[in-house]
């Protein structure tokens, strides 16, 4: 357990707290008849009701160093909210948070009590599993053809979803400055809102990416 730990720690640690850049694309026009189409399958990757998932991680840095963990989510799409626990595969809890209205960190074992960590996780379960608010600013297909439903945030953010000709989706975030910060990776998706696996990259240097498998999925009646 405690060579799992140690390298597990400094491996997440790093992963949560970098940065990236890159420019959002331009968009080449969509016909208006096909925006409909196209908004139904952007909403696809995301969760529609509350659900309890739990995925096996793994974190890939430079130099193939890998790490892995257990993370159990709690998501709910209806109020935003979350609570999620990562742990190692001994069932050690490393980290406990809940975010909706505010962030509450539960349990956070050094070096995962940063603040910075906290939010970087809470900021990728969003952009994983929940659709972004309001309506596209733009539709329209990226150079290598994908469909592509654009929103835009208040602080000068954007978020890509893209469809492609094969089903394989990403989600892309782009910083004020336009800069690509991270994106979510869907190779094939059966089920609305369960993909089997993801995987979560990090832009930018050192890169890094979250590979995450899902082992159970049980939806939730309040």
């Avoid at 050690?92 to 074992?109: K, M, P, W, Y």
């Amino acid at each position: 357990m405690k060579a799992t730990l140690c390298l597990l720690i400094p491996l997440l640690a790093t992963v949560l707290v970098l940065g990236g850049c890159a420019v959002l694309p331009p968009l080449k026009p969509l016909d208006p008849s096909q925006e409909p189409a196209t908004l139904e399958a952007c909403r696809r990757p995301f969760l529609t009701e509350k659900y309890r998932l739990v995925h096996e991680l793994k974190a890939v840095m430079p130099g193939e160093r890998e790490g892995q963990a257990i993370g159990v989510l709690l998501a709910d799409p209806q109020t935003g909210s979350i609570q999620s626990v990562l742990m190692t595969i001994e069932g050690l809890v490393l980290f406990d948070i809940e975010s909706g209205r505010g962030l509450i960190v539960n349990r956070a074992v050094p070096p995962f009590d940063a603040p910075a960590f906290a939010r970087r996780m809470a900021e990728d379960i969003g952009l994983a599993f929940f659709s972004p608010r309001g309506k596209p600013a733009a539709f329209g297909r990226e150079e290598g053809g994908a469909a592509v439903c654009r929103f835009t945030r208040p602080g000068g953010e954007a978020v890509d979803v893209l469809t492609a000709e094969d089903g394989a989706m990403e989600i892309r975030l782009y910083g004020a400055g336009q800069e690509l910060r991270k994106k979510v990776i869907i190779p094939h998706l059966e089920r609305p809102g369960l993909a089997d696996e993801l995987e979560i990259r990090g832009a930018g240097w050192p890169s890094y990416s979250l590979h995450l498998r899902l082992i159970e999925a049980e939806a939730v009646k309040d």
